[in-house]
């Protein structure tokens, strides 16, 4: 991983923000990304095709966030005490869902150069109740870091993965799936998103991969991803089960998998 703040996050709140359901995401990009989005909606207005400049990637990104809202609210409905997004980034969910988390604890975990930038772009946002625990996950135990902020792993809990998994190596993914799974106390719920390498033909592999050599040069490559097929039996490995396993309908390419799961009973 990189040792600065994420590029990408800042491309994920972009499209957030040009997406339909996040009312906060513009107030967290960069002045000159905040010009970029005034110019792509003007040219949404106009009739010109923004999401097939953005390879499809606006209507992606927003069916993800929209994903994990939804098993965010189950989780909130269901009474978890304690709300983890790992990988915070540029996330609005604090102030989109503040009703939500009242009286719960929230962790914002994330590296700590990417966790500097947003606490210096949510100054211009109401304050919220949060947690800001810095980590890096290819390099440091982020279970560790949660306890010592505080995190109680005999509450229930609901974590988000949303957009890390893909730039982390195989095994990284599994040991912190397997992290996950020992901080998990009865009616704690996962969603996270996965890589998926096998969305399509030629064409899609192309764009696929102009994609991973695009975020090689942020210093962000795509490390890992899986066949959708192969999910369910990956997660079960790492001590879950899932609850709903998706591919979006969302074009040109669907190249992501979403996962909600639950912790897998313990056998004894």
Do not use: K
Request: charge should be positive; charged fraction near 25%.
């Amino acid at each position: 991983m990189r040792d600065r703040a994420s590029t990408t996050a800042e491309f994920v709140c972009l499209m957030r923000a040009l997406g339909p359901d996040d009312p906060y995401a513009g107030r967290l990009l960069s002045r000159p990304l905040r010009r970029a989005e005034r110019v792509w909606r003007r040219l949404d207005a106009f009739g010109v095709p923004v999401d097939a400049a953005t390879l499809g990637l606006r209507t992606l990104i927003n069916a993800r966030h929209r994903f994990i809202d939804e098993a965010l609210n189950d989780a909130l409905a269901a009474g978890v005490s304690q709300v983890v997004l790992l990988g915070a980034g540029l996330d609005a969910r604090p102030w989109r869902f503040a009703d939500g988390l009242a009286g719960r604890t929230l962790f914002l975990v994330d590296h700590p150069a990417t966790a500097a930038r947003r606490a210096a772009r949510t100054r211009r946002l109401p304050p919220v109740e949060a947690r800001r625990v810095d980590v890096d996950f290819a390099r440091e135990d982020f279970g560790d870091a949660l306890l010592a902020a505080g995190f109680d792993p005999d509450r229930p809990a609901f974590f988000a993965w949303e957009g890390v998994s893909m730039y982390l190596d195989r095994a990284t993914v599994e040991a912190a799936l397997r992290r996950l799974r020992a901080l998990c106390a009865p009616g704690a719920a996962l969603a996270f998103d996965l890589w998926r390498p096998d969305a399509g033909g030629w064409p899609v592999r192309s764009v696929v991969a102009l994609s991973r050599r695009g975020m090689a040069l942020w210093g962000e490559p795509v490390r890992f991803g899986l066949p959708t097929a192969e999910v369910a039996t990956f997660v079960r490995a790492a001590g879950f089960e899932p609850a709903r396993v998706e591919v979006p309908a969302a074009g040109p390419w669907s190249g992501l998998t979403f996962v909600s799961a639950r912790p897998a009973p313990v056998p004894g």
